[in-house]
C-alpha cells in the first residue's frame, strides 16, 4: 500500500534516447589540436581547455560539445569571453561565425566526489582518469565521439610532496617547480587521437623501470608505477610488456611509436584495463603479482591484459573506431591477438581450451538471453553496456575465423593493409572485413551475417557409411536461434574442421579438411572409407557454434582417447560428460561407467601434458549443463554433477593420490611445466575430496598450510570451503589474518566463499556483504561477491528467491555509486526465462522492482529492462 502510492508519486523517469547505427554523421566540426592545463586538486580540480576548431564541409550548425557534471566558469572565442553560448541537455552550444575558431574553457570538476570511476576520479590517493566510452566530457568540453582526432597537449600543476609524479599521453616535455609547493608538467602526444585515449596521473608512485629496442633502433623508456610498497610485484608485467612489445614486431609487424610507454596501477577501476597513447592504466589486479598472493592463472591473466592494452596501439589507437558501434573492429580484433600472444607463451592446446571454456561461460549465455546482440550492434542506451562477451570473445572467434578462412600468409597480408591503410583514421568493421577480402582473395559477403546477426548457431551432424561401396557422408544443418529483434535468419558461413577415424583401427582415415557450410544444409562425402567412420568436428574450435551430432557416448570415448587435436579430444570428453549429466538431470539415471573409463583412460596416458590433462579431466560447471536443458533444475544438476564426481573420486581414488602425488614436494618455480603439475594436483585434490575420503580435509588442510604460493594455497581452500568440516572455518580465518590488508587477496576470499557449493552459501554470502571489509566502493570488491554469487548456479537460484531479492538490493545500492559496475552485475536476473515458472516470477518481480527505482541510471534501467522483454 505504501509503496504503490510512493510509486504513484514518482515522476517517470525520462525514457534515455536511443542511439543508433544507421543515424551516424560525420562531425560538423574537427578539432585539430587541444591544449589542456590542469590545476589539479581532489576536491576542486580546475581545468582550461583550448581547442582549435574547423568547420568541416558547408553546413551551418553551431559547435556542439559534450560535457556532464562540470561546472562550467567562462568560455571565450578567439581569446574574447563570449555570452552567446548555451547548455542544450549536457551539451555545450556555440554558434560560430567563420571556418576556424580557437575556442577556451574553464571548468571545475571534483575528482574525490567521482565514485562513476568515469572521467578524472580520486583512488588511493592518487588523481587518475577513465575516459572510455565518454569520461572525457567529464573532464571538460569536448565532442567527446571516437571520430574526432585531435593532437594533445597537456599542463598540469598539482601540490608537490602529494603528487609528486605528474603522467600524461605522448612525451613529456618540459617540468618545473613553482614558490607555492606546487609543480607542474608537460606532455606532448603527438598521435592525433580520440578524447577516450586521454589520460593523466598525479600521485606518490614509484615505478619499476625497463627499456626496449625496437626493430628499427628506437629505444623505449618503460615505466611500471605503482605504490611504492608494491614495487616488488611488478617484475612479471614488465617482462610480459617486453615480450609484447618483440611479439606484435615479430608476428604482425607493428612497433612501438613513442620514447616511453607508462604503465600506472590503480586500486579503483571499472574492468581490467585501459590501452590510453603511451599511458596505460591498469586495474591493479592486472599488473601486481608475487608467489605468495598470486596465483599462476592470475599470472597468465596478467601478461595477457598487458598484451592486450599494448597491442591496442596499432588496433585501437593508430587506427580506432569511428563509432562505438565498431568497438569490436578494435576489441574483437586485439582479443584475438592477445589469445595468439598467450598461446606461444606456453600450451596452445590449453590456451585454447581455456578461450572456449570462457566463450562458453560468458558469451554463449549473453546470446541466449534478453541481452543478446550482434559483434556490430544496431542501437544502444548507454555504450557502457556493449563491453560484453559478444563484442570481445565472439568478436575475437570472427577475426578468428577470417584468420583460418584465409591461411596465415594471406591473413598477414590483409592485417598489413589494413594497418598501412587506415594508419590514423577512425575506421569500421567493414573496413577491416574489406581488406581481409581484398588481400585474401575471397568472397566475404555472406560471411557479414557474423556481424548483423546475433545468436549462437546450432549445426546437426550425422555421419553414414555404406561399407560396401565405401563411402562415407556427413550430412550437415545449421540454423540461427531467433534473438530479440530478429528472427528467420539466413545461414552463416561456418568454417569447420574435420578430420575422420576408424572406429576399428583408430587410425585416422583422412587429412584434416576444411569444409564451408555456407548453406542450411549440405552434405560432405568421402570415398573409401574401409571402416566405420567417427567424425572428429570442429576441430580446433574451428567455429563458434553449438554442434548436435549423432556421436553416440563410445564414439566419444573413443575420441577422447585417439583424436590427434587436442582440443578436439578435450572437446569429445567434455560432450561425453554433458550428455551424462543431462541424462542423470532429466531421467535421473545415473551411468557414469563411459566417463569415468575415459577419465581413468586419460589419467594413465603418460604423452599428455599435465595441464591439458588437468582440463580435461574436470566436469562441465552446473551453469554450463543448466546452459543444455530448456527449464533449468539447479538442484538436479547439482546432485546429479556431485554424483558423478563422487564416483570418479572413488572408482579411481588411487590414481588420483598419484596425480596428487605426482605434483607435491616441489619448491615453487613458476615454469610451464610446475603450472601443470599444480594445476593437476588441484584436481586430484577436488577429487578425493569429492570421493568423501575421510582423509580429504586433512590433505586439503595441510596443503593449505604448507602451501609456498597461492594457487597451493587458494586451490586448498577452494576444496575445504566445499566441504563442512573444522578445516574450512579454520583456513578461512588464517586466511583472512594472513591478508588483512592486502585487497586483492581478499577479495579472493570473498569470492572464493561466493562461489561455493556448500548449502550455506546465501546466508554466508549475506553476512559478507556486512564484514566490515566488504564495499561497493571499490569494483574489485564488490564484483568478488555480488558477481561471483550471481553465477553460482545452485546458491543463486536457491528456493524462496532470497539470492534475487539479495542481488536486487545490492544493486541498486551500488547503482547510485557507480552505475557502470552495477548494470555489468544485473545479467543473472535476465536469465528467468530458462528456469520454472516460480523462479522466473520471482526473478521478474526483482527486475521490475529495480526498473521503478526512483533515480535509476541509464545503465541500469537500459539492462534491466531489456532483460524483461
Ligand atoms: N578498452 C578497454 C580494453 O578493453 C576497456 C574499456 C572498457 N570501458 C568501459 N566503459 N567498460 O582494453
Ligand atoms: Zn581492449
Request: glycine share 6%; hydrophobic share 40%.
Amino acid at each position: 500500500m505504501l509503496d504503490a502510492t510512493h510509486a504513484a508519486l514518482t515522476p517517470a523517469p525520462s525514457a534515455p534516447a536511443v542511439i543508433r547505427r544507421e543515424d551516424y554523421t560525420a562531425p560538423a566540426w574537427t578539432v585539430p589540436t587541444t591544449t589542456l592545463d590542469f590545476a589539479l586538486d581532489p576536491a576542486v580540480t580546475r581545468v582550461r581547455a583550448r581547442l582549435s576548431v574547423e568547420r568541416s564541409g558547408a553546413h551551418d550548425l553551431p559547435l556542439r560539445l559534450d560535457g556532464a557534471g562540470q561546472r562550467i566558469v567562462s568560455v571565450a572565442v578567439d581569446g574574447v569571453s563570449v555570452n552567446e553560448w548555451r547548455i542544450e541537455g549536457e551539451q555545450l552550444v556555440l554558434p560560430l561565425p567563420g571556418d576556424a575558431h580557437v575556442i577556451e574553457t574553464e571548468v571545475e570538476i571534483a575528482p574525490e566526489r567521482n565514485t562513476q570511476l568515469m572521467g578524472l576520479y580520486a583512488s588511493g590517493g592518487n588523481l587518475c582518469t577513465q575516459c572510455e566510452a565518454e569520461g572525457f566530457r567529464r573532464i571538460t568540453y569536448f565532442p567527446d565521439r571516437p571520430d574526432v582526432l585531435s593532437t594533445y597537449s597537456v599542463r598540469m600543476t598539482a601540490d608537490k610532496a602529494r603528487f609528486p609524479v605528474l603522467l600524461a599521453n605522448g612525451d613529456p616535455v618540459a617540468q618545473g617547480d613553482n614558490d607555492d609547493g606546487t609543480h607542474w608538467a608537460e606532455w606532448h602526444d603527438p598521435f592525433p587521437k580520440p578524447s577516450y585515449l586521454f589520460a593523466l596521473v598525479a600521485g606518490d608512485l614509484a615505478v619499476n623501470r625497463g627499456t626496449f629496442t625496437t626493430r628499427s633502433g628506437r629505444t623505449v623508456e618503460l615505466g611500471i608505477w605503482v605504490r611504492e610498497a608494491d614495487l616488488p610485484k611488478t617484475d612479471h608485467a614488465l617482462h610480459a610488456l617486453k615480450l609484447s612489445m618483440a611479439w606484435d614486431e615479430r608476428v604482425y609487424g607493428r612497433e612501438y611509436d613513442l620514447d616511453v610507454f607508462n604503465i600506472v596501477a590503480v586500486d579503483d577501476f571499472n574492468f581490467g584495463a585501459m590501452e590510453n597513447k603511451g599511458l596505460n592504466i591498469f586495474n591493479s589486479r592486472y599488473i601486481l603479482a608475487d608467489p605468495d598472493t598470486a596465483t599462476d592463472y592470475d599470472y597468465d591473466a596478467i601478461a595477457a591484459v598487458v598484451a592486450h592494452e599494448y597491442f591496442h596501439n596499432w588496433s585501437g589507437n593508430r587506427i580506432t573506431c569511428r563509432d562505438w558501434f565498431q568497438l569490436s573492429l578494435k576489441e574483437g580484433f586485439t582479443v584475438y591477438r592477445d589469445q595468439g600472444f598467450s598461446a606461444d607463451q606456453g600450451s596452445a592446446a590449453v590456451k585454447r581450451i581455456e578461450d572456449v571454456r570462457g566463450l562458453r561461460a560468458g558469451q554463449f549465455p549473453e546470446d541466449a538471453s534478453p541481452l543478446a546482440h550482434p559483434v556490430r550492434p544496431e542501437s544502444y542506451l548507454e555504450i557502457s553496456n556493449f563491453y560484453t562477451a559478444t563484442i570481445y570473445n565472439k568478436g575475437a572467434e570472427l577475426i578468428r575465423m577470417m584468420a583460418t578462412i584465409l591461411g596465415p600468409e594471406r591473413f598477414r597480408a590483409a592485417t598489413d593493409l589494413y594497418f598501412e591503410r587506415f594508419d590514423g583514421t577512425a575506421a569500421t568493421c567493414e573496413d577491416y572485413v574489406a581488406c581481409m577480402e581484398e588481400a585474401g582473395g575471397v568472397d566475404l559477403s555472406q560471411f557479414r551475417l557474423w556481424y548483423s546477426q546475433a545468436g549462437t548457431p546450432r549445426v546437426s551432424v550425422s555421419l553414414e557409411h555404406e561399407p560396401g561401396s565405401g563411402r562415407a557422408t556427413l550430412n550437415l544443418a545449421q540454423k540461427v536461434p531467433d534473438t530479440p529483434g530478429q528472427s528467420n535468419k539466413q545461414p552463416q558461413v561456418l568454417p569447420l574442421k574435420i578430420r575422420l577415424f576408424g572406429a576399428e583401427t583408430g587410425e585416422a582415415l583422412t587429412d584434416e579438411q576444411l569444409v564451408i557450410l555456407s548453406d542450411a544444409s549440405a552434405s560432405v562425402t568421402f570415398e573409401t572409407i574401409p571402416e566405420r567412420p567417427i567424425v572428429s568436428l570442429n576441430r580446433g574450435f574451428s567455429a563458434p557454434i553449438v554442434i548436435e551430432s549423432d556421436r553416440t557416448a563410445a564414439d566419444l570415448a573413443f575420441l577422447a582417447r585417439h583424436d590427434d587435436d587436442p582440443f578436439a579430444r578435450y572437446e569429445a570428453m567434455q560432450q561425453l560428460m554433458l550428455d551424462t549429466l543431462v541424462a542423470a538431470t532429466i531421467e535421473g539415471k545415473a551411468d557414469h561407467e563411459a566417463v569415468i573409463a575415459a577419465v581413468a583412460d586419460t589419467l594413465d596416458n603418460p604423452e599428455l601434458d599435465p595441464a591439458f590433462v588437468a582440463e580435461a579431466v574436470l566436469l562441465p560447471s552446473e551453469s554450463f549443463v543448466g546452459d543444455q536443458m530448456s527449464t533449468v533444475d539447479p538442484n538436479a544438476i547439482h546432485d546429479a554433477r556431485e554424483a558423478l564426481r563422487r564416483d570418479l573420486g572413488r572408482e579411481l581414488e588411487a590414481r588420483w593420490r598419484t596425480a596428487y602425488e605426482a605434483g607435491s614436494g616441489r619448491a615453487y618455480a613458476h615454469t610451464p611445466e610446475d603450472k601443470g603439475r599444480r594445476r593437476l594436483r588441484n584436481v586430484a585434490l577436488g577429487y578425493i575430496a569429492a570421493s568423501g575420503a575421510a582423509d580429504a580435509a586433512k590433505l586439503a588442510y595441510a596443503q593449505f598450510a604448507d602451501a609456498d604460493n597461492m594457487t597451493d594455497r587458494q586451490g586448498a581452500l577452494t576444496t575445504l570451503v566445499g566441504t563442512h568440516s573444522e578445516e574450512r572455518d579454520a583456513a578461512l580465518d588464517i586466511f583472512y589474518q594472513r591478508y588483512q590488508g592486502n585487497s586483492l587477496v581478499l577479495d579472493k576470499w570473498f569470492q572464493t566463499q561466493a562461489l561455493s557449493s556448500a548449502d550455506d552459501t546465501p546466508q554466508l554470502v549475506a553476512e559478507l556483504a556486512r564484514h566490515p571489509d566488504f564495499s561497493l566502493a571499490n569494483p574489485n570488491r564488490a564484483r568478488s561477491l555480488i558477481g561471483a554469487f550471481g553465477v553460482n548456479q545452485r546458491a543463486f537460484h536457491a528456493e524462496g528467491g532470497a539470492g534475487y531479492r539479495w542481488l536486487a538490493d545490492q544493486l541498486i545500492a551500488l547503482d547510485a555509486l557507480n552505475p557502470q559496475t552495477a548494470a555489468k552485475l544485473l545479467p543473472p536476473l535476465g536469465r528467468w526465462r530458462r528456469f520454472d515458472p516460480t523462479r522466473a516470477a520471482l526473478m521478474r518481480a526483482e527486475l521490475e522492482r529495480i526498473v521503478a527505482h526512483p533515480g535509476l541510471s541509464k545503465d541500469l534501467f537500459e539492462q534491466a529492462s531489456k532483460s524483461l522483454e
